[in-house]
């Protein structure tokens, strides 16, 4: 008899591509925001934690998005 596999969450697929550097990642939020994210970005909790334009530190709640967009760089 197969198992049946487990089904992954939002969550755990959103960290499997958040630490594939070669991604472009777009995230859009409830209020209709697009954010593309750093390639330095990572996840903690259920915050996302990236850098905007280099410098300012951003911190995303995994809550507030409604879509995602990837793209091969």
């Given at each position: 008899?197969?198992?049946?596999k487990?089904?992954?969450?939002?969550?755990?697929?959103?960290?499997?591509?958040?630490?594939?550097?070669?991604?472009?990642?777009?995230?859009?939020?409830?209020?209709g925001?697009?954010?593309?994210?750093?390639?330095?970005?990572?996840?903690?909790?259920?915050?996302?934690?990236?850098?905007?334009?280099?410098?300012?530190?951003?911190?995303?709640?995994?809550?507030?998005?409604?879509?995602?967009?990837?793209?091969a760089?």
């Amino acid at each position: 008899m197969k198992k049946a596999k487990k089904k992954k969450t939002f969550k755990e697929m959103l960290e499997m591509y958040l630490q594939i550097k070669g991604l472009d990642i777009i995230i859009q939020l409830e209020n209709g925001i697009e954010i593309q994210l750093d390639k330095n970005r990572q996840l903690i909790d259920d915050m996302i934690i990236t850098t905007i334009n280099g410098k300012k530190e951003k911190k995303i709640p995994i809550s507030k998005i409604t879509a995602v967009d990837l793209y091969a760089a």
